[in-house]
């Protein structure tokens, strides 16, 4: 990535002279039709960008804020994650895409709370009127904030990374596909009426990706989606590229060190000036990396062993994915926000659920103990071909279900 450096000025800006050469500010009101138009025309560049950016994004652009999501909400959120990070290809790291399609719902609601709604039910459309939150959204759960402790957490970094070691995954073969089905729901902040900030996220949605081995040929089906068709999207890339930390493919883990602490000076390092701090920097990338992706056995215990080493990274004894799975977590608050990223496991096989982002203290309308997002993993596997499921591959190509199966997986909802 290109940085421009900061220019120190040599002498303090006079206003009143820049003032003097600039012409006067003009009139900001405008009509009803023009402020329509706009918003129209607004809301169709977001989607344009936002489906451009799901086919066609490079690795090293940058992609929306899970903010997390994405941000997301960071990644709106989440995905989100908190702090600026490098775009890139979603056919490495798919999970953003459904960040940087729920911006298309932020940005709804700005419009509306500049404009005064955008009409339709629960709005008039005229100035002052009462905005409908956004569509396919609920308002987003609160949760008690669990203690996190670097008391116990070594051991169970040891039983987590053991049982990663010890998993008998397949091994992709030319022509086949990585698949990750998972339920997900990201943060959407919408300003009501009032002009407070209120908490909603999306509904609780599936989201299916398959991914060739050399990152170079993918799908994505996520339905709830406007800016993904119902039948999916493609995530070929425009052409062959170099993939990093930030844009992986399964071939490219396969070259990672194993070790936690080279593994560990790898990421400080290629994610050097990125996000609100190096640790939480260097735990995000670690969480990316194990998200949406089918992980080499000895690659996942090396980053487990590696994230225990991130100061500022506890150990939390109850939390719960997207499903109501409940387990222990290795988790770590972002400093900057107070957004606390728990990734979570099975207590008797340590296998890894999924995600969960809890607000620990109020922020900018955020209330302490709002979910953010979070993820539940239900599905990882190896198949024939983009767009099929699981059972339909050859007998044995299929990896043990990553969680216990007497436990329904809900098809919406929080």
């Known amino acids: 990535m290109i940085r421009t450096p900061w220019r120190r000025r040599d002498e303090p800006l006079d206003h009143a002279e820049l003032a003097r050469l600039l012409p006067a500010p003009g009139d900001p009101e405008l009509s009803s039709d023009r402020l329509s138009g706009l918003e129209e025309h607004l809301m169709t560049e977001i989607r344009n ?47 953003l895409a459904g960040a940087g399609a729920a911006l298309v719902l932020v940005a709804a609601a700005g419009v509306a709370a500049l404009t005064g709604g955008l009409g339709g039910p629960g709005g008039s459309g005229g100035p002052g009127s009462a905005v409908a939150p956004p569509a396919g959204t609920v308002p987003a759960p609160v949760v008690q904030v669990a203690r996190g402790s670097t008391e116990g957490l070594a051991g169970a970094v040891a039983d987590i990374s053991g049982a990663a070691a010890r998993a008998e995954l397949p091994e992709p073969r030319p022509g086949q596909f990585l698949y990750v089905r998972s339920e997900v729901s990201w943060m959407v902040t919408w300003d009501g009426a009032d002009g407070k900030n209120e908490s909603y996220v999306e509904k609780l949605h599936p989201r299916e990706v398959w991914m060739s081995p050399d990152g170079g040929t993918g799908w994505l089906m996520e339905p709830y989606k406007e800016s993904i068709d119902r039948e999916g999207i493609t995530l070929d890339g425009p052409g062959p590229s170099r993939p990093s930390l930030n844009a992986p493919s399964y071939d490219y883990l396969r070259t990672l060190p194993t070790d936690p602490d080279l593994l560990l000076k790898k990421i400080y390092d290629e994610t050097e000036g990125e996000g609100n701090s190096p640790d939480q920097r260097a735990f995000n990338t670690i969480g990316d990396l194990l998200r949406e992706q089918v992980v080499p056995p000895e690659l996942a215990a090396g980053l487990y062993r590696a994230a225990a080493r991130i100061p500022g990274v506890v150990l939390v004894d109850d939390s719960a994915d997207a499903v109501g799975r ?19 496991f099975d207590r008797e096989t340590y296998t890894y659920l999924g995600e969960r982002t809890v607000q620990t203290r109020d922020v900018e309308g955020v209330k302490e103990g709002t979910v ?43």
């Open 326 to 344: 409940h387990g222990v977590a290795i988790a770590r608050a972002d400093e900057a926000d107070g957004a606390r990223t728990e990734w979570i």
């Open 49 to 95: 960008e936002i489906q451009n950016g799901i086919r066609n994004v490079t690795p090293g652009a940058e992609s929306p804020p899970r903010t997390g999501a994405s941000t997301g909400a960071r990644n709106v959120t989440p995905g989100a994650e908190s702090g600026s990070r490098p775009a890139r290809r979603p056919g490495r790291r798919p999970v």
């Open 372 to 414: 953010r997002g979070h993820t539940a993993v239900t599905d990882r596997a190896v198949v024939d071909a983009v767009k099929q499921p699981p059972a339909a591959s050859a007998p044995g190509e299929r990896s043990a279900p990553p969680t216990p199966t007497s436990i329904p997986i809900p098809s919406a909802g929080t």
